[in-house]
C-alpha cells in the first residue's frame, strides 16, 4: 500500500479495495520483488471465459522505472490474458500521464475515447485504450521465432 500511495497520490485504491482486489477468483495480480521490496505490481482482471480483460493497475517504484519494469509487467498480464484466451483488454489511463499514455500505445493500444473528469479529485480525463489481444499475441510469437 506503501507503493500504491506513493504511485497515486490523490486517488490511490484504499486498503478495502486494494483487498478485495487481491482476492477476487477474477484477478491475476504480478508483484516486482527487489531483495525483498515490492518495487513494482500490475494487475488484471478477466472473468473465466469472457472475450475481454482489463488492466486494473500498474505501478512502479520511482527508483526502478526508466528500467523497462512497467513494460515487464505489462506484457505479463497481456500474456496471462492470452492464455486465458481473452480477445481484448482494456484499460483507462490519466490524461496527464504521457508515459503511461506512450507505453501503451507502443503496445499497440488504441484510444476509444475519454471519460470526462474520471479521476477523482483531480477533475482529470480517463483515456479509455483497447487493445486486439489476438493480433498482440501473433505479433510477439512471431518475433520470438526471428
Given at each position: 500500500?506503501?507503493?500504491?500511495?506513493?504511485?497515486?497520490?490523490?486517488?490511490?485504491?484504499?486498503?478495502?479495495a486494494?483487498?478485495?482486489?487481491?482476492?477476487?477468483?477474477?484477478?491475476?495480480?504480478?508483484?516486482?520483488?527487489?531483495?525483498?521490496?515490492?518495487?513494482?505490481?500490475?494487475?488484471?482482471?478477466?472473468?473465466?471465459?469472457?472475450?475481454?480483460?482489463?488492466?486494473?493497475?500498474?505501478?512502479?517504484?520511482?527508483?526502478?522505472r526508466?528500467?523497462?519494469?512497467?513494460?515487464?509487467?505489462?506484457?505479463?498480464?497481456?500474456?496471462?490474458?492470452?492464455?486465458?484466451?481473452?480477445?481484448?483488454?482494456?484499460?483507462?489511463?490519466?490524461?496527464?500521464?504521457?508515459?503511461?499514455?506512450?507505453?501503451?500505445?507502443?503496445?499497440?493500444?488504441?484510444?476509444?475515447?475519454?471519460?470526462?473528469?474520471?479521476?477523482?479529485?483531480?477533475?482529470?480525463?480517463?483515456?479509455?485504450?483497447?487493445?486486439?489481444?489476438?493480433?498482440?499475441?501473433?505479433?510477439?510469437?512471431?518475433?520470438a521465432?526471428?
Amino acid at each position: 500500500m506503501a507503493l500504491e500511495r506513493a504511485s497515486f497520490p490523490t486517488d490511490a485504491w484504499s486498503d478495502e479495495a486494494m483487498r478485495s482486489e487481491l482476492a477476487s477468483p477474477h484477478g491475476r495480480y504480478i508483484v516486482l520483488d527487489e531483495d525483498g521490496r515490492v518495487a513494482g505490481y500490475a494487475g488484471l482482471r478477466h472473468l473465466a471465459g469472457g472475450r475481454d480483460a482489463d488492466v486494473q493497475t500498474i505501478a512502479v517504484a520511482p527508483d526502478a522505472r526508466g528500467h523497462g519494469q512497467g513494460r515487464a509487467l505489462l506484457r505479463a498480464l497481456l500474456e496471462h490474458a492470452a492464455a486465458r484466451r481473452a480477445r481484448e483488454v482494456f484499460l483507462e489511463v490519466r490524461a496527464d500521464n504521457p508515459v503511461a499514455t506512450a507505453l501503451y500505445a507502443s503496445e499497440g493500444f488504441t484510444e476509444l475515447g475519454r471519460r470526462p473528469r474520471y479521476y477523482q479529485p483531480d477533475d482529470v480525463d480517463a483515456v479509455v485504450m483497447r487493445l486486439d489481444l489476438t493480433a498482440w499475441a501473433a505479433h510477439e510469437h512471431a518475433g520470438a521465432q526471428r
